[in-house]
DNA sequence: TCTGGGGTCCTAGGACCC
DNA sequence: TCTGGGGTCCTAGGACCC
């Protein structure tokens, strides 16, 4: 048996721990540049906000029905996410924290009452976080996801399903009548890996519930759609297919990408930010332990302003040899920004890809026998990630990045920011008396 | 005026090889 | 008139996830 335990609407939810006043109200999370919803409340549910709604159409509700937009603050949310994860992993002996707000964990040999179990880790996290969450069992993962939507919607949806599931759901326990009506009561879209194109396909050809897609055969999904699609029926079915993982695996690439505050016209502000973009990738990548041996940049104008001439363009360069340097890394997403820059474009987006990763340890001369990376700039980018970790991001740089009192067109919006409760020190949450 | 960011996996099709 | 067969590797694009 599988859990998966997800914190409900959790960036809502991290900025309510700190400011109890927004209990009860509707309120959302706008993504970077305070662009879009991406959090929203049961209360902005109930106002009709979908996933993604842009702000600038939210504006109204914000005067007229008291909702709250705040801009994301994931220092926050990451940091909230670490305790969670951790009282989340006592439910069983391996967890795998699969985004920031979810885990599975693995139920194999965990004996008793695992509904009680799990009520009991679901209440120590309320009481302990002040998280609110739903947990789902099952024999597969998807059926793990499947039951964690029915904990979810039969809390916040009474009558869409039966009432007893609400807040911990566990389908191994179910017969397989109570399953086929659990599963008849689920759309086809709202199961794990069903998207909106899928989803509509599967509708086009009588598929219409979670019932439905349990029924179809293997090959007919694989035939008609995919493996993928083979393996949600299987999974469907208490069959695993997709593999529990313990530990992350690396990862293959690494993107640090941003919509700018403003449009840009100019190389050289784009230069800065590409120089920003590539930095912070470059810091993730040697966080994993990796060397990159292909970079990718783009930039392209907004898709959205339909009245500007629109400009979209990336390339991509292999290195000389694999690196892990800040400086290399730079100097190679430049070259590629200079070389795909036009002028008389608005610009509104940018960004760098480490692609081709590997170990750092792995040894790949280059023809003239220089060494991967010399022990010298190793050293150097060691003590820039150390000083940036201590006195915060940014403090050691590149020249590139401009000065760091300029104006930046590009700088991110973030206009509603909450403080970094439990992040920095400025930010301490006070207790009153 | 104003629309996010970061990933994964799969497939089809082209290039290339013998 | 008539122009093989089988395989691998790579890439771009699409679909999905949160």
């Known amino acids: 048996m599988l859990a998966l335990v997800d914190g ?11 400011q109890p006043w927004l209990q009860g109200r509707p309120v959302v999370v706008l993504s970077n540049n305070d662009g879009c919803a991406i959090a929203r409340s049961d209360e902005a549910k109930a106002l009709g906000i979908k996933m993604g709604a842009p702000y600038f159409q939210l504006r109204e509700l914000e005067r007229d029905a008291g909702l709250i937009a705040l801009s994301a603050n994931f220092a926050l949310y990451g940091d909230m996410s670490d305790r969670m994860m951790t009282l989340a992993a006592g439910l069983g002996h391996m967890q795998e924290v699969y985004s920031i707000d979810e885990s599975f964990i693995d139920l194999s040999g965990i004996p008793g009452d695992l509904v009680l179990r799990a009520r009991k880790i679901r209440r120590r996290i309320h009481q302990w976080i002040g998280i609110p969450t739903c947990i789902g069992i099952g024999p597969t993962k998807t059926l793990a996801k499947l039951a964690n939507a029915i904990a979810k919607s039969a809390e916040r ?7 007893h599931h609400a807040q911990i759901c566990h389908l191994g326990e179910c017969n397989a009548q109570e399953l086929a009506a659990l599963l008849q009561a689920t759309e086809v879209g709202d199961v794990w890996g069903v998207g909106r194109k899928i989803g509509a396909q599967l509708r086009e050809n009588g598929v219409h519930t979670a019932l439905d897609l349990q029924r179809m055969s293997p090959a007919a999904a694989k035939a008609g759609w995919s493996v993928v699609l083979e393996k949600t029926v299987r999974e469907l079915n208490g069959v695993p ?5 313990d530990e992350p695996p690396a990862k293959q690439q690494i993107a640090c990408t941003r919509s ?10 784009l230069q800065e930010a590409i120089t920003e973009f590539a930095c912070r990738a470059a810091e993730k990548l040697r966080k994993q332990g990796s060397h990159t041996g292909h970079i990718m940049a783009f930039i392209r104008t907004s898709p959205f302003r339909k009245q500007d001439p629109q400009y979209s363009r990336s390339a ?5 040899s694999p690196t892990s340097d800040s400086a290399h890394i730079t100097q190679a997403a430049n070259a590629i920004i200079k070389r795909i820059y036009r002028p008389g474009f608005k610009y509104a987006k940018a ?10 340890t792995r040894e790949q001369l280059t023809l003239d026998f220089d060494e991967v990376m010399p022990e010298n700039r190793v050293r150097l980018m060691d003590a820039m990630d150390q000083v940036n970790q201590r006195y915060g991001r940014g403090t050691l740089k590149l020249a590139s990045a401009g000065a760091p009192k300029a104006i930046k067109l590009w700088a991110m919006k973030q206009e509603r920011i909450s403080s970094g409760f ?8 006070l207790a009153n008396k």
């Open 8 to 18: 409900n609407n959790f960036y809502c939810s991290c900025e309510r721990v700190f």
């Open 157 to 163: 949806k009474p009558g869409s399903y039966p009432a």
């Open 241 to 245: 297919c997709i593999e529990f993982e």
């Open 260 to 269: 700018f505050g403003h449009p840009v016209t100019e190389l050289i502000e």
């Open 316 to 320: 991509s360069i292999p290195l000389p």
């Open 351 to 360: 960004g760098v890809m480490l692609m081709d990763l590997q170990p750092a």
């Open 422 to 429: 439990t992040t920095d020190w400025e930010g301490l949450a």
